[in-house]
């Protein structure tokens, strides 16, 4: 794991204050009682229903900022979740997912997903995230990740305008990618409701359709037992390649590298894991 | 910036015609050469002497008394539509004079900004008052059903303002606006920056005062020579009862969406002057927001504050408001349900580079404040 120098950038849009309430909520909207109170909970989730099998999680700097870059797959965002309690078991570390404005902006879920430590994806938040000296985990595949439907599972989309890599290279932060295996067959995508629109909270821009949802009501949303696998790629560090944020070429061949492995970590957990069920 | 002192105010109308003049043959290119020509050939009004239009409502009343604590300060201009001291008595004085006594520095002067013409009458207080510095606080605090008033004392008002502004020769100006002017927005970031566009709901009363904020931000580019500031103020808790927040909390129940849950910032009056002051004393210049520190989720708002949330589904809920805010029944306009269902934190670290200054009192306390205030009300 290559070292990495935390006081060159100075942090600009640093954080405001920390925590500034007896009730310990950071700005973002995480509350710690609730990830406290749930933190036992996901814990069984993942033992006992995932059965999640973490590697390489020590390649994970233990802290200073850092941005997991992870593929995305599944009708809801499980992945998200399950990476969250994952990494804070296996090292301490309490990460934050960057996520897309439907999910966050969902009732109930985006305020749930709040609490527990998700933030709203955009490079404004991220910024001062890193600045804080926190994980962020980022999902460039976005939406088109969670629209997948089941036929595409396990093939990543495109890395959208490589982003995070711009907010790499800006707050000179180190990338770890992050291969995720089993959010596809926890909520398998088999259709996007779309018609009635009107219907639907306004940021969201479909209704997702799994075997049990919306079948089974409320009841549709639980889990299908899959078996997840979670792989930490080695650490990349953005600056070896790319001068500078407006190099867009070189910071487009970096997404498209990770993506690669990325890609090709998938395929080997899934041949590893063997059934997705049992 | 100003800052010698020239007392000799000139005739009324000379100054008019120096001052028409000065604006034909100014060049925008050229700021520095026409900022010596203001310094040396425009009248230019005391320092010593502030005027406070808006000055006896809630902001205004509190920002008097606090220059009148100030030694820098020699004589106090109020201008308010509400006539004289009467209003400055609190309750606590039967006794006209003990208030006069209370505030030796004060002239005051009434005034209808939604006159015509309230311009030139207010350029000819300031300037014969030889007031150099003015807070600018006429903005109501409450939306109101009387919206083409509002409009008339927000937008116009303003225009009004700026204009005796520039007429009297004033150096100094500290405007108000609002957080609110931001809008909530589901893309808004977690902290709302003053760089931030202003991106109001189609309220009217939002969009008049984003249009006041926007109008001052003209006025201080094309018056470099002018340290112009606007404080965007954050919601503000506890003040007089008909004020938007304290109002929507001193109700038993209290909107709010179903599945969402906002994080809320509450700032004390008492920082919102000493955040003005400090903009005033920094000749601060550009928007500053001003808000309180803390935050918390709407819903644990509720629950220290002993509230019961209302929730309404987010798909009708604003139609619902809507409609009992026409019926008169709620004291929250359609537009603003939005306050109540995405973010709109803003961030304060402009204000604390400019004037050193922080709010002094944070969440718990404010809204301790507001539930001990409100006990104090409904007990008798």
């Known amino acids: ?278 | 910036m100003a800052t010698k002192k020239t007392t000799t105010a000139k005739p009324a109308t000379k100054q008019t015609t120096t001052a028409k003049k000065k604006k034909a043959t100014a060049t925008t290119d050229d700021v520095d050469v026409d900022v010596v020509e203001h310094r040396s050939s425009k009248r230019v009004g005391s320092d010593r002497v502030v005027a406070v239009i808006g000055a006896f409502g809630f902001l205004g009343r509190r920002v008097l008394a606090r220059l009148e604590e100030d030694n820098e300060v020699d004589r106090i201009v109020a201008v308010d539509v509400r006539s004289g001291i009467s209003s400055l008595d609190d309750g606590e004085d039967d006794d006209h004079r003990a208030v006069l006594l209370r505030h030796p520095k004060l002239s005051a002067h009434t005034l209808d900004l939604t006159t015509p013409g309230a311009d030139r009458e207010l350029a000819d207080i300031l300037r014969t008052e030889d007031a150099g510095a003015l807070f600018h606080l006429a903005f109501l605090s409450t939306p109101t059903h009387h919206q083409e008033m509002a409009h008339e004392l927000e937008t116009i008002g303003t225009h009004y303002v700026l204009n005796a502004a520039r007429e009297a020769g004033i150096t100094r100006l500290v405007s108000l606006s609002s957080t609110m002017c931001y809008g909530a927005r589901p893309d808004n970031p977690a902290f709302l920056n003053e760089d931030h566009p202003l991106r109001p709901p189609p309220s009217r009363t939002l969009k008049d005062k984003a249009d006041a904020d926007e109008q001052v931000r003209r006025f201080a580019a094309e018056h470099k020579d002018i340290a112009v500031s606007i404080a965007r103020l954050g919601a503000m808790v506890p003040t007089a009862k008909d004020h938007f927040w304290t109002r929507i909390f001193s109700r038993r129940l209290v909107p709010a969406v179903l599945g969402y849950d906002p994080m809320m910032q509450f700032l004390h009056p008492d920082d919102a002057v000493e955040a003005l002051l400090g903009l005033w004393r920094a000749r601060a210049r550009g928007h500053v927001n001003v808000v309180g520190r803390g935050y918390l989720p709407l819903s644990h708002v509720l629950t220290r504050l002993e509230r019961a949330p209302l929730y309404l589904p987010a798909a009708i809920g604003s139609s619902i408001i809507g409609t009992l805010w026409q019926a008169q029944l709620i004291d929250m306009p359609q537009h603003f349900f939005g306050f109540l269902r995405w973010p709109w934190l803003a961030d304060d670290k402009r204000l604390k580079a400019i004037t050193g200054f922080s709010p002094r009192h944070d969440l718990s306390t404010v809204l301790t404040v507001l539930a001990a205030s409100r006990t104090a009300k409904e007990q008798p």
């Not at chain 1, 079948?215 to 979670?230: D, K």
Request: neutral net charge; charged residues 25%; aromatic residues 6%.
């Open chain 1, 1 to 278: 794991m290559s070292k990495h120098e935390h006081d060159q950038w100075s942090g600009e849009g640093a954080p405001v204050d920390d925590v500034a309430d007896d009730a310990g909520f950071d700005p973002f909207g995480k509350d710690p009682a609730v990830v406290a109170a749930m933190r036992p909970r996901l814990h069984t989730l993942l033992d006992k229903w995932f059965r999640v099998v973490v590697e390489g999680e020590s390649v994970l700097p233990p802290a200073g900022r850092v941005i997991l870059v992870a593929n995305h797959g599944g009708a809801l965002p499980w992945d998200a979740l399950v990476l969250m309690s994952a990494v804070a078991r296996a090292t301490g570390r309490e990460i934050r997912p960057l996520v897309e404005d439907p999910v966050i902006g969902a009732p109930f879920l985006g305020t749930l997903m709040s609490r527990l430590g998700s933030v709203r994806a955009s490079q404004d938040n991220a910024t001062r995230l890193l600045a804080r000296g926190e994980a962020c985990l980022v999902f460039p595949e976005g939406l088109q990740g969670l629209g997948k439907s089941w036929g595409r599972r396990h093939q990543l989309q495109r890395f959208g305008r490589g982003g995070f890599v711009r907010l790499a290279v800006r707050t000179k932060t180190l990338l770890v990618p992050v291969a995720v295996v089993g959010g596809e067959e926890t909520a398998p995508l088999v259709g996007r409701f779309e018609a009635l629109k009107a219907l639907l909270p306004d940021t969201m821009p479909w209704l997702p359709i799994t075997p049990t949802f919306p079948l089974l009501g409320p009841l549709g949303l639980l889990p299908l037992p899959a078996r997840w696998r979670i792989r930490f790629g080695e650490p990349i560090d953005p600056r070896k390649t790319i001068k500078d944020e407006g190099d867009a070429v070189a910071i487009n061949a970096l997404a498209a590298t990770i993506r690669d492995r990325l890609q090709k970590d998938v395929h080997e957990l899934v041949e590893a894991r063997g059934s997705a069920y049992l």
